[in-house]
C-alpha cells in the first residue's frame, strides 16, 4: 500500500516558470516495503536530490539536485505496485528490478497486454546476482551436475526463480530434475552445511554473510554460468548483465555469473531539465559515500559504464548526461 500520511504534492507536470517561482517540485520515489532495503536506499537517494525552495544554499563540495526538487521515499507492496504507480502518476520515479521493467515496458507478465511503453530509465543503481553454491569436493563440478540434486531456492514465491529456472535449463537441468527446498537465506546455509541439501541458489547484491561464516570453516565453491548459456540468456533475457564473481574455493580466481540490475525509473512526463539534475547530482563524487551507505550491505554501485546498461530506453535527460560524461555530445 501506499503510505497514507505522505503530503500530496502537486504533480511534475510543471514549467520552468514554477522553478523560478519558487514552487516546490514533488519527486516520489516508490521503493517497496519499508522493510526492504531498497526503501532505505529511496531514503538516501531522496535527501541526496533534494534542493528545495528556501533551504541552505548548495554545498561547494556538493552538487545539488534540481532547483525546487523535493524527493520523498513513499513505501509501496512490491515492485509491481511500484510500476503501476508510475502509469498512474501517483508517484514520479521509482525503484524497480529489471526482469519486471522489461516485463511492464513490453506487456508480459503480469503486464501482459498492456505494455507500459512511456516508462524511461534513469539509471542502474546496483545489480543482485545470482549464486548457485556447492560444497567443495561435494561431486557437483558444473550446473549440470544439479540433476536429481536437492537444492535450497529462497522463498516459495520468490519473483527470480524464473530466471534461475532459465539459467538452469540452458544447462539442461529442469525443475523436476531438482528435489526443491524452499529456505531462507540463513536456513540455506546452515542445510549446506549440514549435507541436508546439495546446493543453495541466491539472488542477492552480494554473497549472504550466513554463506561467507560457513566458507572459512567449510570449502564452498560457486558454480559458474558456463560461456554459452550466458550468450544465450542475454539474447533471451535481454535485462540480465554479464558478471565475474569470486569462488570462494580457489581464493581469487573469478568464474562467470549472471546479475540482475536495480534501476531508478520514470516515465516520458519528467521534464529532460529534471532527469539531468537528478542524474548530475546523484553521479557526484561528494555524493557517492552517501549513496554507497544506502545500497544494501555489501553491494556495490553501478560503475558509471553500467548506468546506461538498461533494457528499456533511457529518459532524455539522463541519457544527456551521459553523452557528456562519456565526452560524446552529439
Known sequence: MLCGACIALPTLAFTQEAEVAGTPIPLRIAAGPASEPMFAAAGIVANIVSNPPGGPACPASAICGPPGVVGEARSTASAIANIESLATGENETAFVEGDVLWQAYNGFGRFAGKPLGDL??????????VFLIVRAGGGI??????RRKTVALGDLDDPHFHIVSAILGQHGVRERDLTLVHLGTDSAASALAHGEVDAAIMVAPTLPQAFRD???RLPLRLLPVETG??????????YLIEVEIGDLAEGRRRTSG????VLW???????????YGLIRSLQAPANQEAMAQALPQGSAIAAREELTRS???LHIGAARWSEEASGVVR
Do not use: F, H, N
Open 265 to 275: 525509473v520514470t516515465t516520458q512526463r519528467l521534464p529532460p531539465q529534471i532527469g
Open 141 to 146: 563440478p558444473d550446473i549440470a551436475g544439479l
Open 229 to 238: 548459456a550466458v550468450q544465450a540468456l542475454l539474447r533471451q533475457q535481454p
Open 311 to 313: 533494457p528499456i530506453p
Open 214 to 216: 560457513i566458507a572459512e
Open 120 to 129: 524511461r530509465a534513469l539509471s542502474v543503481l546496483y545489480t543482485k546476482t
Open 258 to 261: 549472471l546479475a540482475l540490475p
